[in-house]
């Protein structure tokens, strides 16, 4: 497998491979400065069976962490003042272990399922550019796009589900986020596996319900997406995980209050924004409510109507990506009692956000919740348009002016913050941009003056510019849309953004050009 990454490794940016080869200069001689660790020198099994022989419980040390030492240590390291104690082992405790050897659980792993050994190339007979609608059908759409570009014997899978239940309320929000950390938590018994073969696999919560995504070599990618279906429609809730990731969440719903407050500004300016959304305040509220027999009862109501926008990208033929599909919808809508049923035509989501009034200013201002934390921060955000090519490039060009004068201006000039930047932004469709301060020495209502102040001078600036800076600005902005695809991640980021916008626009930067 180490053999296998190094010749397929994807294409990283320039600075990542220099940093890469330089760090490898240092350990290693100049014939393995690109190889580095990627390869082993050798196979010596007999250096194998060396260390395997050290590993005796003569030879053990054990670090033990755990809060039930609380009052019962003996010593405190110098530097942070953390308590411990150190006991040797006895020899009649290491005789015990030697006398129950050799034990049950301590084995070989199994053969690893997920290995690839076909690494070929896939013809692709028609040369699409742009992903296409390859199927159809009342509980999903299946976007698929070949690999034309990396000749790489390697896929890319995302299963959207959007499942209206997941948002109905706190408490559904709530128990979502927890099913979909348990579901992550039961696919451990796979992850180091997938990890050594090559795959990856995450899930994640989403508007409009959750998200499974898988990458890697393309051979054995079904294996794993059929395991992971498999765990999601054969779902039990472990009490004991249960309340292990119950306490995960509440942790991090209390620790929002610590987020550096340009993050909190942010997460308000979202939620504002949003048509129907609830803060973190109130899934904080009715999450110490929550038990085990509330997701029990949840689980099915959540997956009682669901569909699937489906994209498959790849090493991966069109006939293996409909199968793909099939086998999901056979088993989620098949059978005496299905898991699941499509969606009423009402109930397809439609992600919106909330129109703000032409040359009308809003003010939304939150105390800080963290009282030990000087700064504050200011999240100017400006709708501008709907999705439309001549007004995004208008604004795109736009930020591509603006966002070094305003970093140099506000950060550099007049010193109001460390954290300053402009940038554009895109929310269901609607662009607009927005600048972000976050100072310990101004507040966000001074702040807000200099941007205006900012706004007033670059407007003159603009106004000065000859046409040759301009020139070279817009041909500055349409090198950056040209700049080819690394890698088949990075293609399927930019299509997935349009599938899941709703946009659709596959062809938007040869029209934004």
């Known amino acids: 497998m180490s053999e296998t990454d190094f010749h397929y490794q994807d294409k990283n940016s320039a600075i990542d491979y220099v940093v890469d080869v330089a760090s490898n200069m240092q350990f290693y001689p100049p014939i393995d400065w690109l190889v580095g660790s990627s390869l082993p020198s050798r196979f010596s099994p007999d250096i194998i069976e060396a260390v395997l022989n050290e590993l005796t419980p003569q030879n053990v040390r054990i670090f033990w962490v755990s809060t039930k030492f609380d009052g019962h240590t003996d010593s405190t390291e110098p530097w942070y003042g953390t308590a411990y104690s150190v006991e040797k082992i006895t020899s009649s405790t290491i005789e015990q272990w030697m006398e129950k050897a050799p034990d049950g659980n301590l084995h070989l792993p199994v053969p690893n399922m997920f290995v690839p050994t076909d690494l070929s190339i896939k013809t692709v007979s028609n040369k699409m550019n742009f992903p296409v609608l390859l199927r159809k059908s009342p509980y999903s759409r299946l976007w698929y796009k070949p690999d034309t570009l990396f000749s790489m014997p390697k896929g890319y899978i995302i299963i959207d589900f959007s ?101 909190q500004a942010l997460y308000y300016c979202s939620l504002i924004l949003r048509e129907h959304a609830w803060s973190w305040k109130d899934e904080l509220e009715v999450l110490p409510n929550l038990e085990v027999d509330d997701l029990v009862k949840f689980y099915p109501l959540l997956l009682s109507r669901t569909f699937l926008e489906c994209y498959i990208a790849g090493n991966i033929d069109s006939k293996e990506a409909i199968s793909m599909i099939q086998h999901i919808e056979d088993t989620f809508y098949k059978g005496a009692q299905p898991l699941s049923r499509a969606l009423f035509v009402s109930e397809h989501p439609s992600s919106r956000i909330i129109k703000l009034e032409e040359s009308t200013n809003y003010f939304y201002a939150a105390e800080g919740l963290n009282t030990s934390d000087e700064n504050s921060a200011l999240v100017h955000y400006i709708q501008t348009h709907p999705d439309e090519y001549i007004k995004n490039v208008k604004r795109q060009l736009f930020v591509l002016i603006a966002k070094q004068p305003a970093f140099d201006q506000l950060r550099s000039v007049e010193q109001l ?97």
């Open 163 to 263: 499942c209206p239940q997941s948002r109905s309320s706190p408490e559904s929000i709530v128990l979502t986020s927890i099913f979909i950390q348990l579901l992550m938590d039961y696919l451990n018994e796979y992850a180091y596996y997938a990890e050594i073969a090559g795959l990856g696999y995450w899930i994640s919560s989403h508007y409009n319900g959750f998200q499974v995504t898988m990458t890697g070599y393309n051979h054995k990618i079904r294996v794993l997406l059929e395991k992971v279906i498999d765990k999601i429609t054969n779902f039990k809730v472990e009490p004991d995980r249960f309340f292990v990731i119950k306490e995960l969440f509440t942790k991090q719903y209390q620790n929002f209050k610590f987020q550096q407050p340009y993050e």
């Open 417 to 513: 913050g460390y954290i300053t930047s402009l940038s554009r932004t895109s929310d269901a469709g609607i662009c607009g941009m927005q600048l972000i301060v976050q100072s310990s020495v101004k507040d966000p209502r001074y702040i807000e003056l200099r941007f205006q102040a900012f706004l007033k001078m670059l407007e003159s600036q603009l106004h000065d510019m000859s046409d040759d800076e301009f020139k070279r600005k817009v041909n500055a902005l349409i090198d950056i849309k040209l700049e080819k695809f690394k890698n088949l991640s990075e293609e399927t980021n930019y299509f997935w953004w349009e599938i899941s916008g709703g946009t659709l626009r596959f062809d938007r930067i040869e029209n934004e050009v």
